[in-house]
């Protein structure tokens, strides 16, 4: 059974940095490009960023590139989201999910809530 | 960037009725494999999004038959034959053609 399991949420205030990370087992992870997709209060989905298999490229939502940063690291099995300079409108759950292939993401962690305020 | 636009925002549905729910994309999502990138998902209330539809036209593993996908280039729908109390939650559609990926804005299915 394939699990993504997200830690590192909390509270953050504006202008600080938190790392979020993200599990998993039960599927090859080295073999997969791996995303985030966040959701602020009361709205809907938002994509993050992407990672591809092996670490090598990144792509990031205009609104975080800059701020926020995706790795991975295969040999744990886990996948991070580096977030610098937090702003308010940062604020949300964030979803770690495997982007199986050109967007086709099938399995989704159960989300980590970041919560910015001073 | 791609924009995806949905429609309606919300939409109620008697049990056992159809439903229907649009999805345009700014350009066109075929690539040159022959492959469309389109991709419906459901978030049920409190839980993650799930996979529902890949590529336009294909079910994901578990997901009932009363579901089914449509369209090409720029214009796609997801319908549900008959709708049940199972299947109320935001429905999203979202382009794998380029990165970034885009979601469009969110159709809530409700039972009347």
């Known amino acids: 059974e394939v699990q993504l399991v997200e830690s590192g949420g909390g509270l953050v205030q504006p202008g600080q940095s938190l790392r979020l990370s993200c599990a998993a087992s039960g599927l090859t992870f080295s073999s997969y490009w791996m995303c985030w997709v966040r959701q602020g209060p009361g709205k809907g989905l938002a994509w993050v960023a992407l990672i591809n298999a092996d670490g090598t490229s990144t792509y990031y939502a205009d609104s975080v590139k800059g701020r926020f940063t995706i790795s991975r690291d295969n040999a744990k099995d886990t996948l991070y989201l580096q977030m610098n300079n937090v702003r308010a409108e940062d604020m949300g759950v964030y979803y770690c999910?495997?982007?199986?292939?050109?967007?086709?993401?099938?399995?989704w962690g159960q989300g980590a809530p970041v919560i910015v305020s001073s | 960037d791609i924009v995806m636009t949905q429609t309606p925002l919300s939409l109620p549905v008697t049990p056992g009725q159809p439903a229907s729910i649009s999805c345009r994309s700014s350009q066109s999502l075929l690539h040159s494999d022959g492959k469309t990138y389109l991709h419906w998902f459901l978030q049920k209330p409190g839980q993650p999004p799930q996979l529902v539809i890949y590529e336009v036209s294909n079910r994901f593993s578990g997901v009932p038959d009363r579901f089914s996908g449509s369209g090409s280039g720029t214009d796609f729908t997801l319908k549900i034959s008959r709708v049940e109390a199972e299947d109320v939650g935001v429905y999203y559609c979202m382009q794998g053609l380029e990165a970034p990926r885009t979601f469009g804005g969110g159709t809530e299915v409700e039972i009347k």
């Open positions: 999910a495997r982007d199986f292939a050109w967007g086709r993401s099938d399995y």
